[in-house]
């Protein structure tokens, strides 16, 4: 199945996922820089395919763009 993930209604999800790019490049304005990473922001909307595997095991794919990305919790790049 493929859709797209262009919608305004959010809906609870919870499973593994996959983020594959589909942008190769794009550009952006840098906010701040560290050793934990890089903080910026972009205009340009960076096209994503997203595969979400549901509890009966069923895959399903969808299509659209990254809004956000933020490392939580303990992690290489968010360490506690």
Do not use: K, Q
């Not at 262009?6 to 942008?23: D, Y």
């Not at 096209?47 to 956000?68: F, K, N, W």
Request: aromatic share 6%; net charge positive.
């Amino acid at each position: 199945m493929y859709r797209s993930l262009i919608s305004t209604t959010r809906r609870p999800a919870s499973g593994p996922l996959r983020v594959r790019l589909e942008t190769e490049a794009f550009e952006g304005v840098c906010d701040n820089l560290s050793e934990a990473g890089v903080f910026f922001t972009s205009p340009e909307r960076l096209r994503v395919r997203v595969e979400l595997e549901g509890p009966d095991g069923t895959l399903r794919v969808l299509s659209g763009h990254l809004v956000r990305v933020w490392c939580l919790g303990p992690s290489p790049c968010n360490p506690s």
